[in-house]
């Protein structure tokens, strides 16, 4: 059974530019959440998919965007990148609610 | 909102030591989840805690979930090297709630 995959897993981008993050859940999972991770703040909630409807939001401005289409898989959108944007962005899905998440081994993102 | 605390931020053991990190809300929850991260690694699910009182044990790891489901503790039992990572809780206020994330106990352990 496939894991949770993300792409790309490295990236790096200039202030300024726009980014779009791929996530692809365990086959039967409807549900998608990302993450964004540095060393300072932790596991920050960005957003949470349900079968294409975004159930929960984080609160992050809204350069930060994301989508889910019909066969659950998720991208998430970064405009403008700021130097601070520089994270580990990690994907996560789920059967549903009140299931433990899966992990992607996440995008390393960084804005120079 | 909720605020939640996990306790220490870091702690070292020499391997056989035991170890136990704590998760505490400010307000009651409707479940609790335990990740491990490895170094360079991504978050791995450990178990979900629901009820009230509830303990379940893992080999050398045990999970409690509080009586007032406000407080949640994992307590590992001799420590290996294998061990090492940061352990986080994740606390869901209601169900279907987003799932936030402590800031984490970094484990180190010396063999």
């Known amino acids: 059974k496939a894991g949770v995959t993300q792409t790309p897993r490295y990236l790096i981008k200039t202030r300024g530019q726009q980014v779009t993050l791929s996530c692809s859940p365990i086959?039967?999972?409807?549900?998608v959440s990302w993450y964004q991770q540095t060393p300072g703040q932790g596991l920050q909630f960005l957003f949470e998919?349900?079968?294409?409807?975004?159930?929960n939001k984080g609160n992050f401005p809204g350069r930060f965007s994301g989508r889910q289409f019909s066969n659950s898989r998720s991208e998430m959108n970064v405009s403008t990148l700021e130097l601070g944007d520089s994270a580990l962005y990690l994907c996560?899905?789920?059967?549903?609610?009140?299931?433990?998440?899966?992990f992607g081994s996440g995008t390393r993102l960084t804005v120079v | 909102g909720q605020q939640v605390m996990q306790i220490p931020q870091y702690q070292h053991v020499q391997e056989g030591e035991d170890f136990t990190t704590y998760c505490n809300s400010s307000?009651?929850?409707?479940?609790i989840q335990w990740y491990k991260q490895r170094p360079g690694g991504h978050p791995v699910f450990l178990i979900q805690?629901?009820?009230?009182?509830e303990v379940k044990k893992q080999k050398r790891l045990t999970f409690q979930f509080g009586e007032a489901k406000k407080n949640s503790s994992l307590h590992i039992t001799a420590t290996q090297t294998t061990d090492v990572g940061t352990y986080f809780c994740?606390?869901?206020?209601?169900?279907?709630?987003?799932?936030?994330f402590g800031e984490g106990t970094q484990l180190t352990v010396n063999p």
């Open positions: 307000t009651t929850l409707s479940n």
């Open positions: 998919y349900f079968s294409e409807t975004q159930r």
């Open positions: 805690l629901v009820k009230s009182g």
């Open positions: 086959s039967g999972h409807r549900s």
């Open positions: 996560a899905s789920s059967p549903g609610i009140n299931y433990g998440y899966t």
């Open positions: 994740a606390p869901q206020e209601t169900s279907g709630s987003r799932l936030t």
